[in-house]
């Protein structure tokens, strides 16, 4: 199975500021012939389901605001927050679509500072 | 709009068997890959089966033995059974749709969860 490594486990960050999480593939998710990275991320608020955000690495969901970004390839990803409003405080999950068993991260609380 | 509404059994006795029910409302059901995930504070969040338009099935490794998913498209429904279960197996457990015509996408469409708890 692919494991997904998510660093750091929370952050807390100022309204405004940058928030950056980091997502590590034990394996490449990127299919070669495609030129697609197999990765997506979610947005989860306490007592709601995850929320698709980011998937392809770095293409936004219909209705995300831009301020979330998407970046990486092959084996290291990133999901920029690049003004922290007080709705982005929730947990965020990335999650390799690639192969085998559909592995998600441990997931990363976000908080305000 | 899209959505997904789940049912079934909240509270379980060891050795019984899970059955939740995910229906779809509001688009397409037909081409597309339907998942279960569940979610439990330890283990965080666990893919455990999906199904695809041709009833072509895959499982987690993990909980093959004892998962099976099935599909009604005339009703626009899927279904999970899960035998034997344990205190382990105590989670959230969501619905989900992946992609058309392709199991290798992402779940864009979720449950509202519901929580299964196993206890004598």
């Known amino acids: 199975d692919i494991v997904m490594t998510q660093s750091p486990d929370s952050l807390a960050v100022s309204l405004g500021e940058r928030a950056t999480i980091n997502c590590k593939s034990s394996?490449?998710?990127?299919?070669?012939?495609?030129?697609?990275?197999?990765l997506a991320w979610y947005q989860q608020k306490p007592g709601q389901p995850p929320k698709l955000l980011i998937y392809w690495a770095s293409a936004r969901e219909s209705g995300v605001p831009d301020r979330f970004i998407g970046s990486g390839s092959g084996t290291d990803f990133t999901l920029t927050i690049s003004s922290l409003q007080a709705e982005d405080v929730a947990v965020y999950y990335c999650?390799?679509?690639?192969?085998?068993?559909?592995?998600f991260g441990q997931g990363t609380k976000l908080e305000i500072k | 709009q899209e959505q997904l509404q789940q049912w079934g059994a909240g509270l379980l006795k060891p050795s019984e068997t899970l059955s939740l029910t995910c229906a779809f409302f509001g688009g397409s059901f037909s081409g597309y890959c339907w998942t279960w995930v569940r979610q439990t504070p330890g283990k965080g969040l666990e893919w455990i089966a999906d199904?695809?338009?041709?009833?072509?099935?895959n499982y987690n490794p993990t909980l093959k033995s004892r998962v099976s998913i099935s599909v009604d498209t005339s009703k626009k429904q899927f279904s999970l059974k899960l035998r034997s279960v344990t205190a382990a197996d105590t989670a959230v457990y969501y619905c989900?749709?992946?992609?058309?015509?392709?199991?290798?996408?992402?779940?864009?469409?979720w449950g509202q969860g519901t929580l299964v708890t196993v206890s004598s």
């Open positions: 394996q490449s998710v990127l299919y070669s012939s495609s030129d697609k990275n197999y």
């Open positions: 199904i695809n338009h041709s009833r072509n099935t």
């Open positions: 989900a749709r992946g992609g058309r015509y392709t199991n290798s996408a992402p779940l864009d469409c």
């Open positions: 999650q390799q679509y690639y192969s085998g068993p559909r592995t």
